[in-house]
């Protein structure tokens, strides 16, 4: 059996702060936790350490900064990019047992949640008032607020109410030297540099997050949500750049190709036609009366792109049946392939139909299938790719692909990643965007927080020997 790289004295001194309920140490149980949903890399942590309080938190970091140990932060672990692997790091923090609410102040429209807080669960908590939580990353059901503040997560809605960073006011963190500290607050704006907006997207390389204060919207008098049925991406990807050069911001605007709709079909049974080549989730919210005026000049614009039919859900239970065919797409790829691997990038909204088209060539080029399911109002592109993961070569070819379409989406003008960050995913491709200095100059940052590189090691910057090896994925984990 594996031995723990880590010492019994160490393991003694985190059962301490956290009692042997929040210690796990078994290698059957560890292995548990060795990747998120990036499943192309894989490694067990030694220990995985669940505090139930802050304060267990800041003893388990001192603990860990005494013994001069690095450890990595972990949530659900359904990040994209193996952000909570751990990499260098013998030990995982996890904080999904860091479950209050600890204050809903309706007032003020904010609410303080605990890091490990289920994304849905937030608006739950307040949707009796009339108010919601606007960031709502298609794995709501499952991931936490502390892995959606460290990704900058994003999602359909984010279209029109903009991302995490856009709704976290303030953040409670433990750093790596176990200091409590507090950054932005109650507030719009706190003087002095933006370290709150720092820490959000900072992919958890600054400490672990605790808490956060979030703004909360009021829920829109009227949602309609419409269904543009089209004969080929490209028609649908027409409607979306018209809707948007008409002056609509639709609250999502959502693509799927053809292969997403026929996996989701057969897992849904929603009504898509079986032909359908692509379609399209447009949802508008506001207030009634300008709502219905968007209704009816959305389906002008999907008709003139060759919609061959737009649908208006006609009550909630069908809006929701919609939603969950578009957030559960992942899901029923799972029929399509034993494996697949989601990529993330990101263009200038107007280039969609120039990176479909790179992609189709990538994925004819290396022989593979991929399907698209993705933000199209943000241009932020979730190509999937299909394969079998005990075909190495297969294998081999779609790590081959997913670096083509990074690489195509920064010659369009677009980033490596739209919203699931860099992790180790993507460390070969910072290069790509950043120059040495500009890296360098991310590095020295991180630094100030954590000097010894104790806190999430391995991951963002490619540093010689601190890229993971991806290798042949040992089993795919269901989403
Ligand atoms: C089916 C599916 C759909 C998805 N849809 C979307 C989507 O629409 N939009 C989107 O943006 N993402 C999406 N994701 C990606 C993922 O859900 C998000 O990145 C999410 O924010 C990760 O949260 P988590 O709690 O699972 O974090 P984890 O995966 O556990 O961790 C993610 C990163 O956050 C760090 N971290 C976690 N908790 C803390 C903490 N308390 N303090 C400091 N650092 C921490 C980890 O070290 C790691 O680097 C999807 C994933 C899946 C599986």
Request: hydrophobic fraction near 45%.
């Amino acid at each position: 059996m594996q031995q723990p790289r880590i010492s019994s004295t160490l393991l003694d001194r985190l059962a301490a702060v956290v009692g042997t309920e929040g210690i796990v140490a078994d290698p059957s149980s560890t292995r548990v936790y060795e990747c998120d949903g990036f499943t192309l890399a894989r490694k067990s942590p030694d220990v995985v350490v669940l505090p139930a309080t802050v304060e267990e938190v800041v003893g388990v970091v001192k603990v860990l900064r005494d013994a001069d140990v690095a450890f990595v932060p972990r949530g659900a672990g359904t990040g994209l990019s193996g952000g909570c692997l751990p990499l260098e790091a013998p030990v995982m923090v996890g904080t999904s047992r860091l479950r209050q609410i600890r204050e809903i102040d309706l007032a003020n429209r904010r609410v303080v949640v605990e890091a490990g807080v289920v994304n849905l669960h937030v608006t739950r908590a307040v949707m009796g008032e009339g108010l919601l939580y606007a960031p709502d990353p298609s794995s709501q059901s499952a991931c936490t607020i502390g892995g959606n503040v460290a990704e900058n997560s994003g999602g359909p809605h984010t279209l029109k109410y903009g991302v995490t960073t856009n709704h976290v006011l303030g953040v409670e963190m433990v750093l790596p030297n176990g200091d409590l500290i507090e950054l932005g607050g109650g507030v719009e704006d706190v003087p002095g540099y933006d370290l709150r907006g720092l820490v959000v997207g900072g992919e958890g390389t600054f400490g672990i997050v605790t808490a956060a204060t979030l703004r909360l919207l009021q829920a829109p008098q009227s949602i309609s949500t419409l269904l543009g049925v089209f004969d080929s991406v490209a028609a649908a990807c027409h409607a979306v750049s018209a809707i948007i050069a008409g002056g609509i911001v639709p609250a999502a605007l959502e693509l799927m190709d053809q292969t997403i709709v026929d996996a989701v079909e057969a897992a849904y049974g929603f009504g898509f036609p079986a032909d359908a080549g692509a379609v399209l989730i447009v949802e508008l919210d506001g207030v009634a009366a300008g709502v219905e005026g968007e209704v009816a000049a959305v389906r002008e614009h999907c008709a003139a792109a060759g919609a061959r039919e737009v649908r208006v859900a006609v009550d909630e239970a069908e809006r929701a049946t919609l939603w969950k065919s578009r957030k559960k797409a992942f899901g029923a790829v799972g029929r399509l392939a034993p494996n697949y691997c989601t990529q993330d990038g990101v263009v200038p909204r107007g280039k969609v139909p120039d990176i479909l088209e790179k992609i189709s060539a990538i994925a004819q080029r290396n022989q593979l299938r991929i399907a698209n399911v993705f933000h199209a109002g943000d241009g932020n592109i979730h190509p999937i790719l299909l394969f079998d993961q005990r075909d190495e070569d297969e294998v081999k070819r779609v790590l081959r692909a997913g670096t083509e379409i990074l690489e195509a989406c920064v010659e369009l003008g677009g980033s490596v990643t739209g919203e699931h960050g860099i992790g180790v995913e993507k460390i070969d491709q910072m290069p790509l965007l950043f120059s040495p200095i500009d890296l360098r100059v991310m590095q020295d940052l991180r630094k100030v927080f954590d000097p010894n590189l104790r806190c999430n090691p391995g991951k963002i910057f490619p540093q010689p020997g601190a890229c993971v090896e991806v290798t042949k994925p040992m089993r795919q984990v269901p989403l």
